[in-house]
């Protein structure tokens, strides 16, 4: 007989992962209660009803966006052949280098009226010259979409490149053509896989803060900064985080219904690759036409901005201070990256071989912090962090901190905000290793540690790859949490970029942007040469 | 895959090893100062390292805005390292002072340097820079004749001739604040709801992108702190945009201070204090204001030529703590007149 896998150990470890979220939970909570009556009533009045909106309709519409690019570019560059499509398939994922607040301030600097592009299209045709305003609803949806549709795009593309073989086979032995077999068979078929990578787009939209202040749109991130920076009353704003996180869990519902009842578990490895569709002539030419004008806005021409404006300012600003923030940057992403890739499989394990209330529950709680404003966790971090420090005075003495303004401070906040980045795709890892798989090694005698290492990580590999890359980019980009709970001398990249955007200097805001930018090419560099090999193994 | 993490792995070892390095200052005798600065890095870093030179101390410091560096040293309680706390607004000031982050200081170096209205009475902080909010007008389409007063902007001959900045900046909330203060909710909240009237754009989220505005024709007029435009200036000559001093005539040119104080914790108090001396003193001060074309808050030092040459003003002497004080007020009133 095959022995069961332990279940209660697997929870208990599920639980464990949450509590750093736990933690902050509670401290936003606690902070919460002292929210101030005269301003929320204040708040309710003339500011919550235009906010709730603004986030509903910028919600919506860049994930509307952000999953038909992806699901769209990663059906041609998995499943059809046109002009370019191998760099196209890699190059698609640049953008996500690209942060977007500097996508953002790019974009305002160069096509607002005062901008190049307006300011040149005037004196070729007049004063009169119509530009449609890029600080809009419009104008900020369209770059928060182009920054995060490739989150969306890598879920995607792995999808279609597991099932893609089988997929067209059968589309076209169904008499479909290509874009029928896309939406009546690869997609449904991957909607575990979208449905996570729009989640990851909404969550990200949620908790924005640097690309829609640009924008001058407001949110509800922006009015928990108001209510904090400008009412003063960072309870206030707390409370306000807490009604964000409502919105949070109907989304997370609504991915549930968007995921499907199906249990999802694909694919015997080994299947030949199959035959790309050709897309002849004009579609093939009309194919290249859409990639390229995705992977012109959304990083070619942003780096061509970042790197003139850089120019200008290196001989001033660049100083062998960058080694260190370089160093720095890179350190701490992929220690964040790491640390949560571990806890993200801990969880996915626990979600296997113990499905239930509780492993369900920790698992949602963990993964919650990417959906709320990084300001807001980090004050959460430091605020439980100050209460355990206190006890630890109390119980050892010393005059300093124990934990606030260490690297580990930093390290949970990462945990907390980016572990659902990186629970998606180790969770689409084992959902795609057969149950029948693991049952047929129990019963062969392998023991839980046996099945794990020799059965789950080796068949996981593409999922783990996808969740330490994913959190190591978002890292590198990370601004509030770094900057409200780094130790001293700890200045990373983003630090640097904010210290000149908060002057309103951006063209000097350029040169660290542009270094975050090409630091972060090795990791999707990484990232790339991971799907290829992928794709050649299918 | 293994050889992916494993690659991961040693990446981040060898960052983390040699950025520490990279981190760790050259060794110093005393015990070092520490400063929360929400003046960013570029316009106080070398200023600080000159001081720890001189004293022979390690200066440490961490930037961010103001009110996450409060959040940060409310946490940090009893056991916080921070000496000193710097800021651009004189309401985080006031709110530090409020939340008992700052302790009073009696120095008669910094009272006679730093003027009253610039200092809290208590001695909790001392304006250290002073960075003006008035019109900035275009050279091109606006007499300066044409201007007197802020609350004249919401005339009827500047239906859309008005650029402002958004009602989130803290700059905007402390104009407001000074205005209620001077003219009552009522009556500002005319004038603030009169200047939306007249606007010709969406609010802008910097002041170098409203003066950018007008130079480019957008708008002709807006309301700006000096700084921006000095910055402008001195990149390109000749620049078509101008500073006209607001409510000459009336209580004067808004002002606000980038300003430090002593926390309440405070582990190298002493120095602290010598800290805020010197950067008052004359020479510093010049040099302290210069780096951002800010005017010195000691009032015997001359700022830089160029800003000089936006001629002398008078500043709204009211003491620029009670901004602080009715900020929320501002705040709310701004969300009233839809000021986005």
Known sequence: ?538 | MSVLIALLSRLTAVCMLTGIAWASPALAAGEPLVVYSARKYQLVEQLFQEYGRGRGIEVKSVTDDGAPLIQRLTAEGAMSPADVFISVDAGDLWRATEAGLLSPVKSPILERAIPAHLRDPAGHWFGLAVRARTIAYSTERVKPSELSTYAALGDARWKGRLCLRSGKAVYNQSLVAMMIGDNGVETTERIIRSWIANLAAEPFTNDTLLLKAIAAGQCDVGIVNTYYLGRLQHEQAGFPVQIFWADQKGRGTHVNISGGGVTAHAKNRAEAIHFLEWLASPEIQQRFAAVNFEFPANAGVEPLPEVKAWGKFEPNLVNVGTIGKTQSAAVMLIDRAGWR
């Open chain 1, 1 to 538: 007989m095959a022995a069961a896998p332990s279940r209660l150990g697997p929870a208990v470890a599920a639980i464990a992962v949450a509590l750093p979220m736990l933690a902050v939970l509670v401290a936003v909570v606690q902070g919460a209660t002292g929210a101030d009556a005269e301003l929320w009533a204040h708040l309710r009045e003339h500011v919550l009803s235009r906010v709730v909106a603004n986030t509903l309709i910028l919600v919506l519409g860049v994930v509307a966006i952000a999953a038909t690019l992806g699901t769209s570019l990663a059906w041609l560059t998995a499943a059809c052949e046109f002009p370019g499509r191998a760099f196209f398939s890699w190059a698609l994922l640049l953008p996500m280098a690209v942060p977007a607040y500097v996508l953002a301030f790019v974009a305002v600097a160069t096509l607002d009226y005062a901008g190049a592009v307006p300011t040149t299209l005037r004196s070729w045709f007049g004063d009169g010259f119509p530009v449609p305003p890029i600080r809009s609803t419009g104008g900020t949806i369209a770059v928060l979409a182009l920054a995060s549709y490739p989150y969306v795009y890598l879920m995607a593309r792995g999808a279609f490149l597991t099932h893609g073989a089988r997929v067209l086979e059968a589309a076209q032995s169904l008499g479909l053509g290509p874009w029928a077999g896309l939406f009546r068979v690869a997609v449904p078929l991957a909607r575990p896989w979208l449905a996570g990578g729009a989640a990851l787009v909404a969550m990200e939209t949620l908790a924005d803060f640097g690309a829609v202040s640009v924008f001058n749109y407001d949110t509800f991130t922006t009015a928990i900064y108001k209510a904090w920076f400008g009412l003063f009353s960072i309870e206030t704003a707390l409370l306000l985080a807490l009604l964000l996180l409502v919105f949070v869990a109907l989304a997370l519902v609504a991915e549930r219904i968007a995921r499907g009842r199906a249990r999802f578990s694909a694919a015997d490895s080994g299947v030949r690759a199959a035959e790309r569709l050709a897309l002849p002539g004009a579609r093939g030419w009309a194919a290249f036409g859409y990639a390229a004008t995705v992977f012109a806005l959304g990083f070619v021409l942003p780096a061509i901005a970042l790197a003139r404006w850089a120019w200008d300012v290196a001989a001033i600003d660049l100083d062998s201070h960058y080694v260190g923030y370089i160093l720095r940057t890179l350190g701490l992403a992929g220690m964040a990256a790491l640390a949560c890739l571990g806890l993200a499989l801990v969880l996915g394990y626990a979600s296997r071989v113990a499905d239930g209330v509780v492993t369900r529950t920790a698992s949602r709680i963990a993964t919650l912090g990417y959906a709320i404003p990084g300001a807001v966790l980090a004050v959460g971090v430091v605020s439980a962090l100050g209460a355990i420090d206190l006890r630890f005075r109390t119980i050892a003495g010393g005059e300093g901190l124990w934990l606030q303004g260490t690297v580990f401070a930093l390290l949970l906040g990462y945990v907390a905000r980016f572990l659902a980045v990186a629970h998606g795709p180790v969770l689409g890892g084992f959902a795609r290793i057969r149950l029948s798989l693991e049952e047929a090694a129990r019963s062969l005698g392998l023991s839980t540690r046996e099945v794990v290492s020799r059965l789950h990580l080796p068949l996981l590999g593409a999922g783990i790859g996808t969740a330490a890359l994913l959190v190591f980019v978002d890292v590198m980009k990370e601004m509030p949490i770094t900057l409200m709970t780094r130790p001293f001398g700890w200045d990373t990249l983003a630090v640097r970029v904010f210290e000149m955007t908060a002057e309103g200097e951006w063209e000097r805001a350029a040169l660290p942007s542009l270094a975050i930018v090409v630091a972060g090419l090795l990791p999707v560099a990484l990232l790339t040469w991971r799907m290829e090999r992928a794709a050649r193994a299918a």
